[in-house]
């Protein structure tokens, strides 16, 4: 499922679970920190990967605490979402893809 925003994609969130969430850092009203935070919450086995053209001043350890598994930098190539996504989903955790 494809979101326009965070609200929305906090909206969608609330009612069931995902096995993945992919959010980009900077979006239209929530940020991709937000959203991850609120997954958590919600829902705290969810694995939670950001989108970013700013990965590089990112520490990963610190995503890692608010909430990020997986930094993907942009541009990105589609194998290297196939392999985030094949690790997410088959339960490990690295952060950054």
């Given at each position: 499922m494809a979101c326009p925003d965070g609200d929305r994609a906090l909206a969608e969130l609330g009612g069931?679970?995902?096995?993945?969430?992919?959010?980009?850092?900077?979006?239209?009203?929530?940020?991709?920190w937000d959203v991850a935070r609120a997954v958590k919450e919600l829902h705290p086995g969810t694995p939670v990967a950001m989108v970013t053209g700013w990965s590089e001043q990112i520490d990963p350890a610190q995503a890692g605490k608010e909430g990020i598994d997986y930094l993907i930098a942009k541009p990105f190539r589609r194998q290297e979402i196939r392999v985030m996504v094949a690790t997410a989903l088959g339960g490990k955790r690295l952060h950054s893809a």
């Open positions: 069931e679970g995902f096995d993945l969430v992919i959010t980009d850092l900077g979006m239209p009203g929530l940020s991709g």
